[in-house]
């Protein structure tokens, strides 16, 4: 195999980085966010996801994760979820600084600015790990000089899975670059298990008008209204289904439209 060789002794591919964790912090049992060192050469779009491995075989499991820091961060951080036997995160949910990840060097995906629109309004749905796209999207100024209202809304079981989004939204008010645009963020937890504020799915509570009487918004409409979707494969097909009937339509890079959804992260 062409390419370097790291501490490990595994040969890198010369399209891969290899780089070192800076941070890792659990929220639960199930989820984690963790940092690594940023190539200097490395560019990439709010929204977009990379592949990601570990250099722990001679043909390292790549699985796409979403790149949840803000393009003009030093670092790159991504929100993961612990997947008990899972051929990468079995072994991820272990790491801690001074280890090493593997990084494709291409990033790509859908839920990128440029694949709506112009609109008044942004809705990101998510659930679970889906929220880390918007992570990115909503520590990007550009979201907020194209849309004057940005609504994320994160759908999980229990309260404490609601942590990295909680903590991400607060922080995002006492930051010098984006603090100024805090008052056009709404963020909207939802659990479906353990009780909590907004109880449901997504959904349901738009479906029903009850989330659009709880946060006092318009139901949504294709003149105003651009939705990007990420979660579960279920959760993709109902909220896509829910779009279509609001009459949005799906976009993409090439034909930007009135929603995307993210298709790299299905079961």
């Not at 890198?12 to 070192?20: C, H, I, L, S, W």
């Amino acid at each position: 195999m062409k390419g370097t060789m790291n501490k490990t002794g595994y040969p890198v591919p010369d399209n891969v980085f290899a780089e070192t964790v800076r941070d890792v912090k659990h929220y639960t049992d199930r989820l984690f966010k963790f940092r690594i060192t940023r190539p200097a050469s490395f560019r990439f779009r709010a929204g977009e996801f990379v592949m990601i491995g570990l250099p722990n075989a001679e043909k390292p499991v790549y699985r796409a994760y979403s790149i949840a820091s803000p393009t003009w961060d030093e670092e790159l951080e991504f929100f993961s979820i612990k997947v008990p036997g899972g051929p990468l995160t079995e072994h991820l949910q272990r790491i801690k600084a001074g280890d090493t990840i593997l990084m494709r060097k291409k990033s790509t995906g859908t839920l990128v600015l440029d694949a709506l629109l112009p609109g008044k309004r942004l809705y990101l749905l998510s659930t679970g790990t889906g929220v880390a796209p918007f992570a990115s999207l909503i520590r990007d100024p550009e979201t907020y000089e194209k849309f004057a209202e940005v609504v994320l809304v994160q759908t999980t079981r229990d309260v404490a899975e609601l942590g990295y989004a909680r903590e991400l939204v607060d922080t995002l008010r006492e930051d010098p670059l984006i603090g100024e645009f805090a008052a056009q963020l709404e963020f909207y937890p939802m659990t479906t298990r353990e009780q909590s504020e907004h109880m449901g799915r997504i959904t349901e509570a738009m479906q029903s008008g009850q989330f659009f009487e709880t946060t006092g918004l318009p139901p949504v409409n294709p003149r105003d209204d651009r939705v990007m979707i990420c979660g579960s494969m279920a959760m993709l097909k109902d909220c896509a289904a829910m779009c279509e009937a609001f009459g949005l339509e799906e976009g993409a890079n090439n034909a930007p439209a009135t929603y995307v959804v993210e298709r790299a992260f299905v079961d």
